[in-house]
T-cell receptor
Framework: QKEVEQDPGPLSVPEGAIVSLNCTYS??????FMWYRQYSRKGPELLMY????GNKEDGRFTAQVDKSSKYISLFIRDSQPSDSATYLC???????????FGKGTRLSVIA | NAGVTQTPKFRILKIGQSMTLQCAQD?????MYWYRQDPGMGLKLIYY???????DKGEVPNGYNVSRSTTEDFPLRLELAAPSQTSVYFC??????????FGPGTRLTVT
């Protein structure tokens, strides 16, 4: 079983839809959880960062962590064509160990 | 403030040739990383550095070498290029482990 599993998609939704992106993981030591967004032919950029369990909201984006289920989610409300990108989850057990990335989910928001 | 810069943007190598991918950052970050990204495979860590003079192997270090003589620069050396090293290479830097700033990438083809 891979440490971090992420459905690669592609996921195609109409503009204005609510999008749910998910990752599961096997290492119960993971405590730091991140979502990166990567536009085509660009480097990834940090979108959201969460420590341990709970929710975090930033504008149209909400990150959720359920450590009991080893499951993290990113919700995008009122999705826009500009949200079309690949979304990568990443996680780490502590501040001193490298991040482990998921494979990324490719999202297309259709106008 | 240029952030993370990478050169070259594109390169075609013949099997057995060598080359150095350059990476520089102007944010005074201690942490620097090299990743490769193959289609649908997410980001794989090649090498990382926690400061000048200190480097460590990541998940896929074979066929690569790094050095870190200054805070700003973190070059990646490919010796005896092989077709399996065809990939997009990203350099990143960070103040903490979580918010990594990525460069624009180098697309390398080995034929």
């Amino acid at each position: 079983q891979k440490e971090v599993e992420q459905d690669p998609g592609p996921l195609s939704v109409p503009e204005g839809a609510i999008v749910s992106l998910n990752c599961t993981y096997s290492n119960s030591a993971f405590q730091y959880f991140m979502w990166y967004r990567q536009y085509s032919r660009k480097g990834p950029e940090l979108l959201m960062y969460t420590y341990s369990s709970g929710n975090k909201e930033d504008g149209r984006f909400t990150a959720q962590v359920d450590k009991s289920s080893k499951y993290i989610s990113l919700f995008i409300r009122d999705s826009q064509p500009s949200d079309s990108a690949t979304y990568l989850c990443a996680m780490s057990p502590s501040g001193n160990t490298p991040l482990v990335f998921g494979k990324g989910t490719r999202l297309s928001v259709i106008a | 403030n240029a952030g993370v810069t990478q050169t070259p943007k594109f390169r075609i190598l013949k099997i057995g040739q060598s080359m150095t991918l350059q990476c520089a950052q102007d944010m005074n970050h201690n942490y620097m990383y090299w990743y490769r990204q193959d289609p649908g495979m997410g980001l794989k860590l090649i090498y990382y550095s926690v400061g000048a003079g200190i480097t460590d192997k990541g998940e896929v270090p074979n066929g690569y070498n790094v050095s870190r003589s200054t805070t700003e620069d973190f070059p990646l050396r490919l010796e005896l290029a092989a077709p399996s090293q065809t990939s997009v290479y990203f350099c990143a830097s960070s103040y903490s482990r979580y918010e990594q700033y990525f460069g624009p990438g180098t697309r390398l083809t080995v034929t």
